[in-house]
């Protein structure tokens, strides 16, 4: 089994085929039987980060998700822990990379309620998002670039394509 820190709620899924948010949400239904996950995101077209709602729901994914993995059929490739974790994080990179514009996009982030219920997007950011602080974190860094090489450059910085 994938090595996880004590406090782990988020995994990263990687798929041998393409994932689609309805097929995802379904196997994690199936795996955890019950609302015990609150952040889906599908960043690229085999790849799902998830964050569970505790580290010991994360731990059991984990388990049955790796027991999956060595199974032919079950179309998952790895899975292990996040390097970003917990909802907000995750949100909050999300927003700080993609802008708040991108809350609309089909392919953004799914966040749910504690018993399981969708919930938009645009209120999930305003409840759990720190990407203001990310953002004006990024300005000196985005001012800085700017100045030594064009705004290509600062506008990749701002928009999060280069980490720091």
Same mark, same amino acid.
């Given at each position: /089994?994938?090595?996880?820190?004590?406090?782990?709620? =988020?995994?990263?899924? @990687?798929? =041998?085929?393409?994932?689609? #948010?309805?097929?995802?949400?379904?196997?994690?239904?199936?795996?955890? $039987?019950?609302?015990? #996950?609150?952040? &889906?995101?599908?960043?690229?077209?085999?790849?799902?980060?998830?964050?569970?709602?505790?580290?010991? %729901?994360? @731990?059991?994914?984990?388990?049955? /998700?790796?027991?999956?993995?060595? /199974?032919? =059929?079950?179309?998952?490739? !790895?899975?292990? $822990?996040?390097?970003? $974790?917990?909802?907000?994080?995750?949100?909050?990179?999300?927003?700080?990379?993609?802008? !708040?514009?991108?809350? /609309?996009?089909?392919?953004?982030?799914? %966040?749910?309620?504690?018993?399981?219920?969708?919930?938009?997007?645009?209120?999930?950011?305003?409840? #759990?998002?720190?990407? %203001?602080?990310?953002?004006?974190?990024?300005?000196?860094? &985005?001012?800085?670039?700017?100045?030594? #090489?064009?705004?290509?450059?600062?506008?990749?910085?701002?928009?999060?394509?280069?980490?720091?």
């Amino acid at each position: /089994m994938a090595d996880l820190d004590a406090k782990a709620t =988020t995994l990263v899924l @990687r798929s =041998t085929s393409k994932l689609t #948010y309805d097929g995802v949400l379904l196997m994690l239904s199936k795996i955890c $039987q019950g609302p015990f #996950y609150n952040y &889906v995101y599908l960043p690229w077209p085999k790849l799902a980060v998830v964050n569970f709602t505790s580290p010991e %729901v994360c @731990r059991a994914a984990c388990r049955i /998700m790796t027991i999956l993995s060595k /199974m032919e =059929t079950s179309g998952i490739r !790895y899975v292990k $822990q996040a390097a970003i $974790q917990g909802l907000a994080e995750n949100l909050s990179i999300f927003l700080a990379k993609s802008g !708040y514009q991108s809350m /609309m996009d089909p392919g953004a982030p799914r %966040v749910f309620t504690k018993n399981g219920t969708p919930l938009p997007l645009s209120l999930a950011a305003n409840i #759990y998002s720190q990407a %203001v602080p990310v953002q004006l974190q990024l300005e000196p860094y &985005v001012s800085n670039a700017s100045e030594r #090489y064009g705004t290509l450059l600062s506008s990749r910085v701002a928009r999060g394509v280069f980490f720091l």
